[in-house]
């Protein structure tokens, strides 16, 4: 007997936020993950794994990774033993000096294109070695999951320039990335989503699904820049 593929929609993770840049590069904002199915079993897995005494270290840790200047000024989650309802933890931060600012640029990568999560727990799938062209056998993904990232950036003033960097469109059967930036006046926004579509593939499906990873990968990269 075989088990159906689970829809990756069943196993959503979710990030989505507002921020601010700031003309001194400092970033304010803050941020909401949610996710269902294995996506939320992994993240209690986050908490439920450890001794509650160090739950409240978790978030703390995380913005560490990203900035070392990171100020967690908030936390709310959903209680990791209650299952009446998805997981979701919500942020907000302060990061002095997340941008580059020089005398004519501001530089930087919003911090949800980032991803802060992106331990093993949390997104398994960025460990996933895309140095193999090919393959000879087939390899498993963890689940079938669906990666939504979506945040709007309050920018300081700047002098409109060149146009925010574009990405690879990947579409296949069970694989798919899409990401792009819309910059306005004073906003910044961006959404992304990344749909591993299930949890065995053929060797021969490898191609997409590298292609799908390594472009996100580099949306993860790419900075922004704004000249002044």
């Known amino acids: 007997m075989t088990t159906p593929i689970s829809p990756a929609e069943n196993h959503y993770w979710r990030l989505s936020g507002t921020s601010t840049l700031?003309?001194?590069?400092?970033?304010?904002?803050?941020?909401?993950?949610?996710?269902?199915?294995?996506?939320?079993?992994?993240?209690?897995?986050?908490?439920?794994?450890?001794?509650?005494?160090?739950?409240?270290?978790?978030?703390?840790?995380?913005m560490y990774d990203v900035s070392a200047r990171a100020e967690v000024l908030d936390v709310a989650s959903v209680d990791p033993y209650d299952l009446s309802k998805p997981m979701s933890i919500t942020v907000k931060y302060r990061i002095p000096q997340y941008a580059t600012v020089t005398k004519d640029r501001?530089?930087?990568?919003?911090?949800?294109?980032?991803?802060?999560?992106?331990?093993?727990v949390m997104s398994a799938e960025l460990a996933t070695d895309t140095g193999l062209a090919a393959r000879k056998y087939g390899f498993r993904a963890r689940c079938s999951k669906l990666v939504e990232?979506?945040?709007?950036?309050?920018?300081?003033?700047?002098?409109?320039?060149?146009?925010?960097?574009?990405?690879?469109?990947?579409?296949?059967?069970?694989?798919?990335?899409?990401?792009?930036?819309?910059?306005?006046?004073?906003?910044?926004?961006?959404?992304?989503?990344?749909?591993?579509?299930?949890?065995?593939?053929?060797?021969?499906?490898?191609?997409?699904?590298?292609?799908?990873?390594?472009?996100?990968l580099r949306f993860m990269e790419t900075p922004i820049v704004l000249v002044k």
């Open 22 to 62: 700031q003309n001194d590069g400092t970033l304010e904002g803050s941020f909401t993950l949610e996710a269902e199915g294995q996506s939320d079993a992994s993240i209690r897995r986050a908490f439920t794994r450890s001794a509650q005494s160090g739950w409240k270290e978790y978030i703390p840790r995380v």
């Open 106 to 120: 501001y530089v930087f990568t919003p911090l949800l294109a980032r991803n802060p999560f992106t331990d093993g």
């Open 149 to 216: 990232i979506s945040e709007t950036v309050t920018l300081p003033k700047y002098h409109p320039g060149d146009a925010p960097p574009s990405f690879a469109s990947v579409k296949a059967p069970f694989v798919s990335f899409d990401a792009a930036y819309t910059i306005g006046e004073r906003t910044l926004t961006l959404k992304a989503t990344h749909r591993i579509g299930k949890r065995t593939y053929e060797a021969d499906e490898w191609t997409d699904y590298r292609a799908a990873l390594k472009e996100r």
